[in-house]
């Protein structure tokens, strides 16, 4: 009973991302550097500081500049390089040995991708000093591409839902022609009220009809913009002449944001912060209700504090009171919430960079930590596998793993050290997806059995499959293999057979089980980027129906329908074959083997543009968990998302596992909550967190405020 009323008051608790302190490494001339961000994952072009915090080594890859600092003795703040370690030369010698740098006792690691190494390599070398500065106030701006877009003005976009194109960055009054924004899941938007923002979300969101509010909306660029610059309280101001915005992070900011947290949490007033309900509550409810009250009174306390610190003249010492005080109540607010039952899994994708068991250890451990029971290992990708398969070498594909483990069985390492602390590997397979153009040209498989990739309509030279693999037009550089093939099906099926007979592993999770994407049935350009193209497709629909696809369009409404359903069959016949091979090994299996499919949660835009027909699975018996792929930093998406799988599949009785991508795309840790909170009220009886990379200590810390019961 507890649990179901906190859970419905913390719904509303939809707080977007808070102030923090900017970064920039002083060097000792003068200059500066600015530092992208700290303790997360290192995407492209970017320049990240990692310490202590985030675990004992950064856990990159190794395309990167990374130097080791440790601290100057007696010099607080100071640090000084005590190791380089340069992509441009290490892969000249050691290509295994780049990325993935200890981080030293009280020390640091400068790390940079991209764009930012050549800047950090010409400010700093081996034995240089430098020192760290925090800025609490900003003030950043980034141009708009169009204010109320449409055809005329944003021809780029006018294509796309609400014509936001990639990478653009809109601003949406109560002039535009909508009540919403109409945008989809793939971008992030603020509410901006009387000059400051009130709300984030994900996609779609209401237009504010007041004169002077706004939306700001942004995709690529402008997503990671509005993510790092606009936090709840921002003061924002447009350059209706320029189309500039710009962010302000002032004392107000910080003020504000006390505020709305005290108002997520119900702390109406400081009179009424102390008082009880007037219905008759349990000893349990009492108990948790005074925990909610003390939070309320301290919280009010740290506000009082924080207006007096301005009085005073200390907007530096009123700032960092705002932050820790919001740290303490965000932690105490998350830690009275027990979103998910004890025994619910609570997933992570990872794709393994470790390659020693002691490095797994540690993940694992801080995994756990966390409250993840669960790990998706990422073991087939980009057409390698992490262990040396023997179905490798007999199909005469080398090498036989990725190369980056050579000569470490990776899965029986992450196996044995998760069943040791009580946590499942379900070893999560990219299906149909076979390699990258920008990874070995391919990998082993498109390289030795070109014959097995997938053709999309673009590709055919004089109507017949092209002599060398293509890649996708809308999945960039990936290769696809043909669910119809027979060969690449068995290789596929034997590569499953051979993990389950080999390992213990709790799970098998078919990603990329569908056909590659096409652009939306709407889109002058979907015919051309259909797929199933090849011979042996073509002959096989031929034999069927007496049509060859490539003469078809989408204009032949029945025709088209029966081409479509006939690839849905290839996808679904493979799921079902998949089931079979898991029972005959049922007897052998020292554990149950748990099958999950990751899916597309529009069943309508599964079956249309993916052939992906996961209803159908599901009401067969064929899976055991269904996954769908909410890809957003929305809320409201995840309910939706959730709620649809369920309705689909209703008389399946199969669980879903929502799977939640606010760490991918860059929100923070009470936006990643919120999600995990929306799906397990939305009925899923799990989670995943896309991805490891991704995931910060502050996330791994308020994780375990609200999933860990010590």
Request: aromatic share 10%; net charge neutral.
């Amino acid at each position: 009973m507890v649990l179901v009323a906190f859970l419905t008051s913390f719904q509303c608790f939809s707080s977007p991302a808070f102030a923090d302190a900017s970064l920039k490494i002083m060097l000792a001339n003068g200059q500066s550097l600015d530092v992208d961000d700290q303790n997360t994952s290192r995407p492209e072009n970017r320049l990240i500081i990692f310490n202590e915090q985030y675990g004992k080594s950064t856990r990159t890859n190794g395309f990167g500049v990374e130097m080791i600092a440790e601290p100057i003795a007696n010099t607080p703040g100071q640090y000084k390089i005590v190791k380089v370690q340069n992509v441009f030369e290490c892969l000249k010698t050691n290509p295994s040995g780049c990325g993935n740098s200890p981080i030293p006792q009280n020390g640091l690691v400068l790390s940079a991708s991209g764009e930012r190494r050549k800047a950090l390599l010409d400010a700093l070398s081996e034995g240089s000093t430098f020192s760290i500065n925090e800025t609490l106030f900003t003030e950043t701006s980034l141009a708009l591409n169009a204010i109320n877009p449409n055809a005329k003005n944003n021809a780029i976009g006018s294509s796309f839902p609400g014509a936001r194109g990639s990478n653009q960055f809109l601003l949406y009054s109560r002039e535009y022609d909508k009540p919403s924004t109409g945008t989809n899941r793939f971008g992030f938007e603020v509410t901006v009220v009387n000059g400051r923002v009130i709300k984030h979300g994900g996609a779609d969101s209401v237009i504010p009809q007041s004169k002077g509010d706004f939306i700001l909306s942004g995709h690529g660029r402008g997503q990671k913009w509005l993510a790092e610059n606009a936090p709840l309280g921002a003061k924002i101001t447009v350059d209706f002449d320029t189309k500039v915005v710009t962010s302000s992070i002032d004392t107000e900011t910080y003020r504000l944001q006390l505020q709305y947290q005290l108002q997520a949490m119900d702390c109406t007033t400081p009179e009424k912060a102390g008082q009880l309900p007037d219905r008759y509550i349990s000893d349990a409810e009492a108990q948790d209700q005074a925990k909610l009250n003390d939070a309320c009174q301290r919280g009010f306390n740290m506000l009082n504090s924080f207006d007096a610190l301005i009085q005073q003249n200390q907007p530096d010492a009123a700032a960092r009171q705002a932050m820790t005080s919001l740290k303490e109540l965000t932690t105490l607010a998350f830690k009275r919430f027990a979103v998910l039952p004890f025994d619910a899994p609570v997933g992570v994708w990872h794709r393994p960079i470790e390659t020693s068991r002691e490095a797994i250890a540690e993940t694992l451990t801080a995994f756990k930590q966390a409250g993840m029971n669960t790990v998706f290992l990422e073991t087939y990708f980009h057409g390698y596998t992490i262990f040396p398969s023997r179905t490798y070498t007999a199909y005469k594909l080398s090498p036989n793993q990725n190369p980056k483990f050579n000569g470490t069985d990776l899965l029986a390492l992450w196996i044995e050290e998760a069943h040791k602390r009580g946590m499942k590997v379900h070893a999560w397979i990219e299906t149909f997806y076979g390699g990258s153009r920008k990874i070995d040209d391919g990998g082993p498989i498109i390289k030795t059995y070109p014959q097995w990739a997938n053709v999309q309509l673009s590709a055919l030279e004089n109507g017949q499959a092209p002599a060398k693999p293509k890649s996708s037009t809308v999945e960039m550089d990936h290769y696809f293999i043909d669910p119809t093939n027979p060969q690449a099906r068995q290789f596929l099926l034997t590569l499953i057979g051979e993990m389950i007979q080999r390992y213990p592993v709790d799970g098998i999770q078919l990603d990329y089980i569908r056909f590659a994407s096409s652009f939306s049935p709407e889109k002058f350009s979907y015919h051309q980027t259909t797929w199933g193209y090849t011979d042996v497709a073509r002959q096989a629909f031929m034999a069927e129906t007496g049509m060859d696809p490539v003469n078809l369009s989408p204009s032949q409404t029945s025709a088209w329908l029966d081409w479509g359903a006939f690839k849905a069959r290839q996808v679904s016949s493979f799921v079902e074959q998949v089931r079979l091979l898991l029972d005959q090994e049922k007897p052998r299996a020292k554990q149950p083997i748990t099958l999950s499919v990751c899916i597309f949660p529009d069943s309508r835009e599964a079956v249309l543009q993916k052939h992906q027909d996961w209803a159908l699975w599901a009401n067969q018996g064929w899976v055991d968990w269904l996954v769908p792929l909410t890809l957003t930093s929305d809320i409201k998406i995840v309910t939706d998302s959730t709620q649809n799988v369920l309705n689909s599949t209703l008389n399946s009785g199969k669980p879903v596992i929502t799977g939640v991508f606010s760490p991918y795309n860059g929100m923070d840790a009470k936006r990643l909550l919120e999600q995990i909170t929306a799906a397990r009220q939305a009925g899923a009886v799990g989670v995943g967190i896309f991805d490891s990379a991704h995931i910060t200590p502050e996330m791994r810390r308020m994780m375990h405020e609200a999933l860990i019961r010590e």
